[in-house]
């Protein structure tokens, strides 16, 4: 005879828990709409240079990730040449630093030559930190964050860090809205809003801006209440919010000043594009939002890109997906460049593009692109205003 | 070889000899280029989950405690451990000795934490004990979040950021010093020095550990507190003292496991050890069967592996993954398949018998 004297640990209970967490790897597993498995741009004879890349393509940030991954590919193909053909393999990292690791091994057995990826900060200093030591070309397109390219000669990067857009920011609004009574709010713990608002206080402080509320924190788990930060900024009459966020938590502070009848001009930075592509959200409340990114899909000159890119995806390309693109673009001009062979291995073809890349010059989607050594890119800060629901340069 | 007569004795030595032939040939296979990289790079993470099914089988199998929030002590030796490590950096060259203290350091603040965290939940039993121990795993996490760590010549500088508006510049660290955790961004840019064979001797500790604790007067202690509580304070054990004394090994060990994963990358925040991480590890104790350690060594490797193999279902993989789980799950608990491996091995029989079900 056995007495069970513990409830939880039956053997019912377990194997109820065990299904649940099936359910969710399931419910993980379906939340990507609809990309395909890794494409190929070449032909399938397996000659091509072979790119890798990495992003979430299940789980909560999958939908930058799908973005990235969605550029690379429209990239490798729109940059294949007959001689030098591209082909790209992309892999799922869940977001994960560890899964990233395994997607990066992946991709090595596979035969990869160059990385363009992973998508998020956290995953792209992990595979970073493996790229250099096995002397891998990698370049992050969209990670943020100074430690990706901190120390490693052969990481690349494709967007501003952190410290960059918070500055140019600080200095768009110096040159152009002087007066404003500036307030902040910022997500506290989120390393891209955090080191945004660190920076751009910093700036803002040094061009005599006048910011009125500069510390209105909010964490995650409250990113869906915001009249106590909002309330706080009206008495102090705050008429520009500064806003170093994501699309979605900003779409929600909109939504509440709107049912306070508070008036303010909303400032954010490349996070907040995709704005206007958030599922019922009302656009008429995105009126006026200044943002700084990279691209516009509404601009003339990228027309023909977010038109192909509409018909293969469904979707309208947001800066992720430009600024993947424009990654390909740099490497296969670098690859031009190096004068490197198909069958260049990933070691040598590492040397050759690192020398390459500060040499070139990338004529893309978010402005006319150089790379320094440290791996930095320099390319035009650029603002954008929404009005009458489309980006406009201002 | 005397020692070698008693079964129980015997059992034990097989579970080692095979952690240390398993190690021996995966050792070859890597010198020798066999297994492909994506493999390599996951022998330390399966080493560290593999520690930590054999800590948490000690709290849930052997003292019959279900812990769910058993990452948050593999979040405190990681990030103690990877202080140690990095602090470390210009003091101790040899990233051998690094790595062992820092694996010592997460092991004794994981125990503070097991301690501390224990009085308040160890006084409860069952789904109570689940929920609790659940919440001071969140805050764990939590509390790591507001850390910000750095190092220079001066030694240490912490601080606790709880309002979210201060960043590493307020460390105000001297010319050379780095930021080892950086807020809510975590630890980053880490130097990895964990390597398998370290794996493989952590493992091979936490074994002789738990193994012993098991089969000594202690732990036939332990074991009577989860069969019959009442029963076991009627012939004056105390029931906390030895739920304790296995709360705060199991976190020991977790801690140390910790410090050995968190060295093992350059990025590491606190929200990888949340719940999802502690289920994780639940899943490798209960397919590998409570309190058999041996069982839980074998499903913690192959559960991490699993989900890398299963690469070419590309979108479908967790899903593949999660059905796999679930069909596991039927068939050791099928009556008809228990009953086929009675009647192909006989020395089943005997001890099915003995379970007494």
């Not at chain 1, 039956?10 to 065990?18: D, H, T, Y």
């Not at chain 2, 977790?254 to 999802?276: E, H, I, P, R, V």
Request: proline share 3%.
């Amino acid at each position: 005879m056995s007495i069970n004297m513990n409830p939880a640990m039956n053997r019912r209970s377990l194997i109820a828990g065990v299904a649940g967490l099936g359910a969710a790897g399931i419910l993980a597993g379906c939340s990507n709409g609809g990309s395909s498995d890794g494409g190929s741009a070449a032909s399938s004879d397996g000659a091509a240079f072979k790119l890798g890349t990495i992003g979430p393509l299940t789980g909560d940030t999958a939908t930058y990730g799908v973005s990235v991954t969605n550029g690379v590919e429209m990239g490798a193909e729109d940059f294949s040449t007959k001689d030098f053909p591209l082909t790209v393999k992309k892999e799922d990292s869940q977001g994960k630093p560890e899964t990233a690791v395994n997607a990066y091994g992946t991709l090595r057995d596979w035969g990869m030559q160059a990385l363009v990826g992973p998508t998020l900060t956290g995953t792209s200093v992990s595979v970073a930190e493996k790229c250099q030591s096995d002397r891998v070309f990698m370049i992050a397109p969209v990670a943020t964050a100074a430690d990706v390219t901190a120390d490693k000669d052969c990481v690349f990067r494709g967007c501003f860090t952190d410290p960059n857009q918070g500055k140019n920011a600080a200095k768009w609004l110096a040159k152009n809205k002087p007066d404003a009574k500036i307030a902040i709010i910022y997500q506290s713990d989120d390393a891209y809003s955090q080191g945004i608002c660190t920076a751009f206080t910093e700036e803002a402080k040094a061009d005599k801006l006048n910011l009125v509320k500069p510390d209105l924190a909010f964490k995650t788990d409250t990113a869906t209440d915001f009249k106590v930060q909002l309330g706080q900024a009206q008495d102090a009459g705050a008429d520009l919010v500064f806003c170093p966020l994501y699309y979605t938590p900003a779409s929600v502070i909109l939504k509440q000043a709107s049912d306070m009848g508070y008036k303010f001009t909303m400032m954010g930075c490349d996070g907040m594009d995709g704005l206007l592509s958030i599922k019922g959200f009302d656009t008429s409340l995105a009126e006026g939002v200044l943002m700084t990114t990279a691209f516009s899909a509404d601009d003339p000159a990228n027309a023909e890109f977010v038109k192909a890119y509409k018909d293969k995806y469904g979707d309208t390309p947001d800066q992720f997906a430009a600024t993947a693109y424009d990654c390909v673009h740099a490497v296969a001009e670098a690859c031009k460049k190096a004068g490197l062979s198909l069958d260049t291995a990933a070691e040598d073809a590492c040397d050759q593009l690192v020398k390459a890349f500060t040499e070139i010059t990338v004529d893309g989607l978010t402005g006319s692109l150089t790379w320094t050594s440290d791996g930095e890119v320099s390319k035009e800060a650029k603002v954008f205003e929404i009005q009458g629901g489309k980006y406009v340069a201002v | 070889m005397g020692f070698l007569k008693d079964k129980v004795t015997r059992r034990d030595f097989i579970t080692y000899a095979g952690v240390i032939v398993a190690f021996v040939i995966v050792q070859l296979l890597v010198n020798t280029h066999v297994i492909p990289y994506s493999l390599r790079g996951q022998l330390v993470p399966v080493t560290c989950y593999i520690v930590m099914a054999i800590s948490l089988n000690l709290v849930v199998g052997v003292a019959g405690d279900l812990s769910l929030g058993h990452a948050g002590f593999m979040s405190v030796g990681s990030f103690t451990g990877i202080v140690t490590a990095m602090s470390l950096a210009s003091a101790i060259p040899s990233p051998v000795v690094r790595l062992v203290l820092a694996m010592i350091v997460g092991a004794v603040f994981a125990a503070l934490a097991g301690f501390l965290i224990g009085l308040p939940v160890l006084r409860l039993r069952g789904d109570y004990l689940a929920i609790v121990s659940l919440a001071f795993g969140e805050i764990i996490k939590d509390l790591v979040n507001c850390l910000i760590v750095g190092a220079d010549s001066h030694g240490l500088h912490v601080i606790f950021d709880m309002a979210g508006t201060k960043t590493i510049n307020d460390l105000n660290l001297a010319e050379g010093g780095v930021a080892i955790i950086k807020g809510a961004q975590g630890a980053s840019g880490t130097t990895t020095i964990s390597t398998f064979a370290a794996g493989f001797v952590l493992i091979m500790i936490a074994l002789v550990i738990v193994l012993n604790l098991v089969r000594s007067r202690t732990g036939r202690a332990i074991m009577a507190v989860r069969d019959n509580k009442i029963a076991a304070e009627s012939v004056g054990l105390s029931t906390t003292k030895y739920r304790m004394i296995a709360f705060v090994v199991s976190a020991a060990i977790a801690g140390a496991a910790g410090a050995l994963y968190g060295n093992n990358f350059s990025q590491m925040s606190a929200s990888q050890f949340d719940f999802n991480t502690s289920i994780l590890v639940l899943v490798f104790v209960v397919l590998g069967g409570l309190g058999n350690m041996r069982g839980s060594i074998i499903a913690a490797a192959l559960l991490t592996i699993l989900p890398e193999a299963l690469r070419q279902f590309s979108d479908y993989r967790m899903l593949v993954y999660a059905i796999v789980l679930i069909l596991v799950m039927l068939f050791t608990n099928n009556p008809q398949l228990k009953a086929l491996i009675q009647r192909l091995n006989p020395r089943f029989r005997k001890e099915a018998a003995a379970d007494g079900e």
